[in-house]
């Protein structure tokens, strides 16, 4: 693998991301013995502003906002968050 980059699992590579009209619903999976399940789920609201997209949501009991910027080419969606994490998605 590329420096930095984590390559994901079949199991992980479950994991979605869904937008309703204002928010979302982000599903994340991961292998538990041998089966995949959910890990976590985190819902919350978001906003676009050009090429930024602004999660809010609460995490642990308090209110968090996430500034990431994006780009959409074809069916893939590419959120490159603040702390340089970059997350890939791709449209079923």
């Known amino acids: 693998a590329e420096s930095g980059i984590t ?53 642990d009991e308090e209110a968090t906002t996430d500034v990431a910027t994006f780009t959409i080419v074809e069916n893939t969606l590419t959120i490159t968050h603040d702390n340089e994490k970059v997350y890939v998605y791709t449209k079923l």
């Open 7 to 59: 390559a994901l699992t079949d199991c992980e590579k479950k994991s979605t991301l869904v937008f309703e009209a204002e928010t979302y619903t982000d599903t994340y999976y991961a292998p538990v013995n041998t089966d995949c399940q959910v890990d976590g789920e985190d819902k919350g609201i978001w906003k676009e502003d050009g090429s930024t997209l602004t999660f809010s949501y609460t995490l």
